[in-house]
């Protein structure tokens, strides 16, 4: 090893504008990179970074480079340096002969105060672009004061390896076996630690216990199945550990706020009404507007980045190694001063020192996953996925909806692109150039992280019918247009109070109805909660039978039977048209044709489209509902 003092190349700060690539740079020397502001994703020999802020990266000579800007600009530091090796040999410890040389090593880490890094960047820079030797003197002991900073954040950062390394093998564990039964003492005597420590260890990490992870494992697993797979409800919840069925819907309840039957009504295509009994009083009473609701139950999904992501094999020793080197390098400085710039300058063409226009003014929304989403304060270029019929009564239009929108909304919607069925096509999506991206929270937490690479995306807790006026009032805060949601929210709840009061529909003491929906052999049942339980239960009067009181708050998937076993005076469902003949096949055998609903001819359906797809279509379902049941009674 020889003493080895460091010649700066250049120093950069360059900026990038939305949309904006860097492809397939090489290093041209050694050099840190440090992420200031935006977004961008980067990737360096091969290996992708975190798209957060605040990174530091370490590059060696001939290392490649690749950034893509995403929605908003996003600038970064860049410092060249090259060794000026001699042949001046010293003494040396034996551990240090084997040791990493710094300069031709890649490494990265978040760094835990950022701040004392960007003060000398931003120092090295400013004085960086003045002349004379004196100056450059000044840079390179600023250069010295930045390595000593960023080794030591490194080795801070390292020191806390071990319990992060302890935390996540933890969650690795539970993710690859949730659907075994797992205690802590399995876990103790898996990872030779005794459960309080486990415990404290994993909740420093995660902000919950390692059986509350495995909760929310399971009940994550289980929503992408609800959504995704053609499955019935009790198998979904064997799949994932529970064979208790009644215990599966209670936690499932607690986690999202709905039952697995009204989530499995969110996937695309199949939604429905059915819903939870979020207010205690009449859907059609005035209430008092909610904001978004911090749930925290998905934090584990967005963990932050942690020491030496780039190389897993990263150990505190290779840092102590790493920092004993560097101060070799740094042990004659005399030499560095110099203004030299050779070879950097000429490599990169995009050395922007110009600031960009301002960035368009923004806000910070929480959104129904409990997510920080930083949001253009008025947006004006919305691609909504599910909820595009919510920006009509705002007066807005989305550029991109999906196809099932489209088709429910053939004339408001004229000129808006589709893309796609369901969530549709990201290249559909990309090429509307969105500001925003809109779209329900029971998706999996991959679907928003790609849609984020696009534009800021926004989980908007499930309303549909089932909360529709919060969740125009969330939509309506979204996109900057409180008052023009107000006045719907208004409008529509007069009408509801005309309804009430002109209700002339006579319904016998102890009438019952159940609300429903046939789906893959299970029947889907309603509780008392949303517009159309709300309106059966409380307005109209009807009584739930007495063997689903149970599932009053929620309802819950129960056996074709059950409509046999159980039945009742009316049956209100929500099919939608290519249903409503297998259905009503169904209900012609012998079976079913002593329950009373059926064999009275009482049987109404309006179909959930009407019900989940906006304000303007459940207010046509109101009315359409409220007339089939007068219809009933002559």
């Excluded at 020889?2 to 740079?25: A, V």
């Excluded at 399971?218 to 529970?242: C, F, H, P, Q, T």
């Excluded at 609701?293 to 020793?317: G, L």
């Excluded at 008392?528 to 063997?547: A, N, S, V």
């Amino acid at each position: 090893m020889s003493q080895t003092p460091i010649k700066l190349l250049d120093i950069r700060h360059i900026k990038m504008k939305p949309g904006e690539k860097l492809q397939s740079y090489r290093f041209p020397s050694s050099a840190f990179l440090f992420t200031n502001q935006g977004e961008a994703s980067l990737s360096l020999d091969g290996v992708e970074t975190s798209p957060s802020n605040n990174q530091l990266l370490h590059g060696a000579k001939g290392a490649l480079l690749n950034i893509s800007c995403f929605n908003r600009p996003f600038d970064y530091y860049l410092i060249f340096y090259k060794p000026v090796l001699e042949h001046t040999p010293i003494q040396v410890p034996y551990e240090a002969v084997s040791s990493p040389i710094p300069f031709m090593q890649s490494y990265m880490f978040q760094a835990k105060q950022p701040w004392a890094l960007l003060s000398l960047l931003e120092q090295m820079h400013m004085q960086w672009k003045e002349e004379g030797d004196l100056t450059r003197l000044q840079v390179t002991g600023l250069f010295y004061q930045f390595l000593h900073e960023q080794f030591r954040q490194l080795l801070d950062s390292a020191e806390e390896s071990e319990t992060t390394d302890l935390a996540e093998g933890i969650a690795r564990y539970i993710q690859d076996h949730y659907r075994q039964a797992i205690s802590m003492e399995t876990l103790a005597n898996l990872f030779h630690y005794s459960s309080h420590y486990l415990s404290r260890v994993f909740k420093r990490k995660y902000e919950c216990s390692p059986l509350e992870f495995l909760v929310q494992t399971r009940m994550n697993r289980a929503k992408a199945l609800l959504a995704e797979e053609d499955v019935a409800v009790r198998d979904i919840a064997e799949s994932v550990g529970y064979t208790d069925m009644y215990y599966f819907n209670r936690l499932f309840k607690k986690q999202t706020g709905i039952t697995p039957a009204q989530f499995k009504m969110h996937k695309l295509g199949m939604k429905s009404s059915i819903s939870t009994n979020f207010m205690p009083k009449s859907f059609i009473e005035s209430r008092a507007g909610t904001d978004y609701i911090v749930n925290k139950d998905n934090h584990y999904q967005y963990k932050a980045w942690d020491v030496d992501e780039m190389n897993a094999s990263f150990k505190p020793t290779f840092a102590v190694a790493l920092l004993f080197s560097l101060s070799l390098l740094l042990a004659a400085c005399g030499g560095a001063a110099t203004n030299e710039k050779q070879g950097a300058q000429g490599n990169n063409q995009q050395q922007n020192e110009q600031p960009t226009d301002a960035p368009s003014k923004t806000k910070t929304i929480t959104d129904g996953l409990g997510r920080q989403v930083e949001i253009p304060a008025e947006p004006s270029a919305a691609v909504v996925i599910s909820y595009g019929g919510y920006l009509l009564p705002l007066g807005l239009k989305p550029v991109g909806v999906d196809q099932t929108t489209l088709t429910l909304y053939p004339d408001d919607m004229a000129g808006v692109a589709s893309i796609g069925e369901g969530l549709g096509e990201v290249e559909a999506i990309a090429a509307l150039q969105p500001d925003l991206i809109i779209l329900p929270d029971f998706y999996s937490p991959d679907i928003y992280e790609k849609y984020q690479k696009i534009a800021p995306t926004v989980a908007v807790a499930w309303g549909g019918d089932p909360d529709v006026v919060n969740t125009l009032r969330t939509i309506g805060d979204v996109m900057n247009k409180k008052e023009e949601a107000e006045a719907w929210i208004a409008k529509f709840e007069e009408k509801l109070q005309r309804i009430r009061d002109q209700i002339d529909v006579k319904i016998k003491p102890g009438t019952t109805a159940a609300t429903f929906i046939l789906y893959k052999g299970e029947v889907l049942l309603g509780g008392e909660g949303g517009t159309l339980g709300k309106l059966i239960y409380k307005d109209f009067g009807f009584q739930m039978p007495e063997q689903f009181k149970q599932y009053a708050d929620g309802g819950t998937a129960l056996q074709m039977e059950a409509l046999v076993d159980r039945p009742a005076d009316y049956f209100f469902t929500q099919m939608t048209d290519e249903e409503m003949g297998p259905m009503t096949e169904l209900f012609s055998g012998s079976l079913y044709q002593a329950v009373p609903a059926i064999k009275n001819n009482r049987v109404i359906n309006v179909t959930r489209d009407k019900w989940n797809y906006g304000p303007y279509l459940v207010d046509e379902a109101v009315d359409e509902f409220v007339q089939k049941v007068m219809d009933s009674q002559k």
